[in-house]
Nanobody, 118 residues
């Protein structure tokens, strides 16, 4: 599966932004999807994940309910709705996919830059 992330940009603190990740292929619903991010000088970290059936999980320490992941299997697209953005949310955001039942995210998009100014 090939992934194409989009929707990043420069916003102000408190703004909202929605990222999208379009996947190729006809078996999108068999993939668990996730968003990760990597800030300058920091390791990549998990932000949110969603199963093929739509069960989602967020990293509470990272986003504390401000971010919501969703997917549209008919459009082979996963979204990340980000609200109340903070400067510390500044990072490159990556979408990733793994086959249902596997442990590692093997497929990655190219990343989209999100910059939050104070």
């Amino acid at each position: 599966v090939q992934l194409q992330a989009s929707g990043g940009g420069l916003v102000q603190a408190g703004d909202s932004l929605t990222l999208s990740c379009a996947a190729s292929g006809r078996t999108f619903s068999t993939y668990d999807m996730a968003w990760f991010r990597q800030a300058p000088g920091k390791e990549r970290e998990f932000v949110a994940g969603i199963s093929g059936s739509g069960s989602s999980s967020n990293d509470p320490n990272t986003v504390k309910g401000r971010f919501t992941i969703s997917r549209d299997n008919a459009k082979s697209t996963v979204y990340l709705q980000m609200n109340s953005l903070k400067p510390e949310d500044t990072a490159i955001y990556y979408c990733a996919a793994k086959k249902r039942g596997t442990l590692r995210y093997m497929y990655w998009g190219q990343g989209t830059q999100v910059t939050v100014s104070s």
